[in-house]
Each structure stands twice: as structure tokens, then as C-alpha cells.
């Protein structure tokens, strides 16, 4: 939290085009430190909000046009309550898990990683008749492992929103054996699935902050042992979040900021941009930031993948 603020001051020179074809978060991010409880050097916790608020009233701005997932909106429409600046929000968040919109900025390019990481294993899997198991990001919702998964012939997607039991997985793997005359299987989870008994699976820091991971690795063990198969497993992680973003992609992030900047200039705030069936329109940033945005097991995604005989572990 820099004292005095800093900002840089947009002009068209800036736009060149090559911010289309460029892959990351190029105003730079963080998912650590919530302002109403920020972690101070001595190990404390202080709310520092009223720095922000301060900071944010000295750029004598007339909006804040603020970009990330459910989180990172919940906070910042906290902020411009406690502060009464004005906000719009714009969904971006590779795990499509903000309510109200069909799409967040950098989901699409990241199936489209995922996907070519199955294309990729299903080779060397049947060539050396193996379970490959991928592990993918999706930390409360499985929308990247669900869609992933179908577009790059998945036997079984694994998603936080649907538990499972080990022993239908190994029947799914045993019959493509004996029913289709595979030598091996693709298995994709997403990072945010538990143990069979409900335990999460996580990794600590260098700075004692825990985080999904390491269900791949698990899921691959336990496979290994009940089926005899031999089991690779690869995890994702960052390469999702990198690379050059997808048409898709490009489009919805002009559009939502077109939207946005056009809410600003018409004094409409405390919204956020959607994409609802091929339109971008405006919500109620109230209602996304109090509602999750999670996988329906009933819904037709699902429905898609039970249809292809793929197995979801229930």
C-alpha cells in the first residue's frame, strides 16, 4: 500500500493492440491481503481500509472500474460502501465461478488449455497403457475440469459440486478395458476436490499460507492401487493462467469494457458486467458478490457428460 498513491494515466498511445494477444493480468494483481484484515510484518492483523479509501479519494477519481473474481468484488464493493466512491465491476476469473454471467474474463482460454493438455496425454497414455490423471484449477467450482473434460474425451471428471466414491471410478477404468478394448484411461479433477471422506488436500507456502493442491496426486496413488494400473499424473497450475488468450476470451474482455466505461458515462454504478445469452448487459453487483457461482449437477453440462458415458464418481 504505496503512500502517495501512484497511478498512470491512460492515453490511446498506449493501445497498441498487442494487450489483445497478451496473456496474464497486465495491471498486475494479488489474491492476498484483505484490506478489513491486513497481515502487518509483526504477524498481526489490522484493518487498513481507510488507507485505500484514502489513497483512492487523493487520485480525485470519478469511478473505480474494478476487474476480478467473486472475491476481489465482494472486497472492492465493500470498499466503495465504507468509502461512497462509485464502482463497476468487470467479471475475470479462470474459474467462471462469478454468479450472473456465462462467462469471466480468462475461463475460455483456460478450457482451451486444459483441452490441449488432454489432447496431448491421450497419446503417450495409450501408448504406455496408462491412467493419466490431470489435475486442473478450480477451487469451489469445477467448471474448467467439467468442460475440459468433455472437450477432450475425459472417462472421469472429477468437480468439488459432486462427491464420489473410489469404486465407481475403478469401475469406470476397468470397464473401458473390458468393454471397449482401451489399454488406458483419461482422468481429469479439479484442484478443490476432497477425499473421499470430505478432507481437503492442501499445500503450504514458503509463507505458511495454504492452498488446494495435490488431489491429482492422491486420486493417482489410490487408482494405482485399486485398479493395478500404471498412473501419471500432471497438474496444470500456473500454464492455465498464461499464453495468449483465446478469441473468445479477447471478445468478452472488449466487450465488458465497452459496458463498462458506457455505465460510468451514464452514472449507473454498484453494477457489474454480464454476458447473458449473446448479450453483454449489467447486474446488480449486490446480488453477485451474496450468490456462488458453482457447477449445477442437474444442469446440462452435466447432463452432457452422463450422456457421453463419461463418469463423474457418484
Same mark, same amino acid.
Given at each position: 500500500m504505496?503512500?502517495? +498513491?501512484?497511478?498512470?494515466?491512460l492515453?490511446?498511445?498506449?493501445?497498441?493492440?498487442?494487450?489483445?494477444? *497478451?496473456? #496474464?493480468?497486465?495491471?498486475?494483481?494479488?489474491?492476498?491481503?484483505? /484490506?478489513?484484515?491486513?497481515?502487518? &510484518?509483526?504477524?498481526?492483523?489490522?484493518?487498513?481500509?481507510?488507507?485505500?479509501?484514502?489513497?483512492?479519494?487523493?487520485?480525485?477519481?470519478?469511478?473505480?472500474?474494478?476487474?476480478?473474481?467473486?472475491?476481489?468484488?465482494?472486497?472492492?464493493?465493500?470498499?466503495?460502501?465504507?468509502?461512497?466512491?462509485?464502482?463497476?465491476?468487470? /467479471? !475475470?476469473?479462470?474459474?467462471?465461478?462469478?454468479?450472473?454471467?456465462?462467462?469471466?474474463?480468462?475461463?475460455?482460454?483456460?478450457?482451451?488449455?486444459?483441452t490441449?493438455?488432454?489432447?496431448?496425454?491421450?497419446?503417450?497414455?495409450?501408448?504406455?497403457?496408462?491412467?493419466?490423471?490431470?489435475?486442473?484449477?478450480?477451487?469451489d467450482?469445477?467448471?474448467?475440469a467439467?468442460?475440459? #473434460?468433455?472437450?477432450?474425451g475425459?472417462?472421469?471428471?472429477?468437480?468439488p459440486?459432486?462427491?464420489?466414491?473410489? !469404486?465407481?471410478?475403478?469401475?469406470?477404468?476397468?470397464?473401458?478395458?473390458a468393454?471397449? #478394448?482401451?489399454?488406458?484411461?483419461?482422468?481429469?479433477?479439479?484442484e478443490? $476436490?476432497?477425499?473421499?471422506?470430505?478432507?481437503?488436500?492442501v499445500?503450504?507456502?514458503?509463507?505458511?499460507?495454504?492452498?488446494?493442491?495435490?488431489i491429482?496426486?492422491?486420486?493417482?496413488?489410490?487408482?494405482?492401487?485399486?485398479?493395478?494400473?500404471?498412473?501419471? +499424473?500432471?497438474?496444470?497450475g500456473?500454464?492455465?493462467?498464461?499464453?495468449?488468450?483465446?478469441?473468445?476470451?479477447?471478445?468478452?474482455?472488449?466487450?465488458?469494457?465497452?459496458?463498462?466505461?458506457?455505465? $460510468?458515462?451514464?452514472?449507473?454504478?454498484?453494477? *457489474?458486467?454480464?454476458?447473458s445469452?449473446?448479450?453483454?448487459?449489467?447486474?446488480?453487483?449486490?446480488?453477485?458478490?451474496?450468490? &456462488?457461482?458453482?457447477?449445477?449437477?442437474?444442469? &446440462?453440462?452435466?447432463?452432457?457428460?452422463?450422456?457421453?458415458?463419461?463418469?463423474?464418481?457418484?
Open positions: 504505496e503512500n502517495p +498513491v501512484k497511478c498512470e494515466e492515453h490511446l498511445g498506449l493501445f497498441t493492440g498487442n494487450i489483445l494477444r *497478451m496473456g #496474464g493480468t497486465i495491471l498486475g494483481t494479488t489474491n492476498e491481503g484483505d /484490506p478489513f484484515d491486513f497481515p502487518m &510484518p509483526d504477524g498481526t492483523k489490522k484493518d487498513r481500509s481507510d488507507d485505500i479509501i484514502r489513497g483512492y479519494r487523493s487520485l480525485d477519481l470519478d469511478a473505480l472500474i474494478a476487474v476480478g473474481g467473486d472475491g476481489s468484488l465482494a472486497i472492492l464493493r465493500r470498499l466503495a460502501e465504507k468509502g461512497g466512491f462509485n464502482m463497476v465491476g468487470i /467479471p !475475470k476469473t479462470i474459474d467462471n465461478d462469478v454468479a450472473f454471467t456465462e462467462n469471466s474474463v480468462g475461463y475460455v482460454t483456460a478450457v482451451n488449455v486444459a490441449e493438455a488432454l489432447d496431448r496425454l491421450q497419446p503417450t497414455a495409450m501408448s504406455h497403457s496408462r491412467v493419466m490423471v490431470l489435475e486442473v484449477m478450480g477451487r467450482a469445477g467448471h474448467i467439467l468442460n475440459a #473434460g468433455i472437450a477432450g475425459a472417462d472421469v471428471i472429477l468437480i459440486e459432486i462427491p464420489y466414491a473410489l !469404486k465407481h471410478i475403478q469401475n469406470k477404468i476397468e470397464g473401458v478395458r468393454e471397449q #478394448g482401451r489399454n488406458f484411461a483419461l482422468v481429469v479433477v479439479a478443490g $476436490v476432497m477425499t473421499e471422506s470430505g478432507d481437503p488436500i499445500v503450504t507456502d514458503d509463507d505458511e499460507n495454504q492452498r488446494f493442491g495435490g491429482g496426486h492422491y486420486l493417482g496413488r489410490r487408482i494405482a492401487e485399486e485398479t493395478g494400473a500404471q498412473t501419471r +499424473v500432471t497438474v496444470l500456473h500454464t492455465q493462467r498464461g499464453g495468449s488468450p483465446t478469441p473468445q476470451d479477447r471478445f468478452y474482455a472488449s466487450a465488458f469494457g465497452v459496458r463498462a466505461v458506457d455505465l $460510468v458515462a451514464e452514472g449507473k454504478f454498484d453494477r *457489474m458486467v454480464a454476458w445469452n449473446r448479450d453483454c448487459i449489467d447486474v446488480a453487483l449486490s446480488d453477485v458478490v451474496s450468490h &456462488p457461482h458453482p457447477v449445477d449437477p442437474a444442469g &446440462p453440462v452435466v447432463r452432457t457428460a452422463r450422456g457421453l458415458g463419461i463418469c463423474l464418481g457418484d
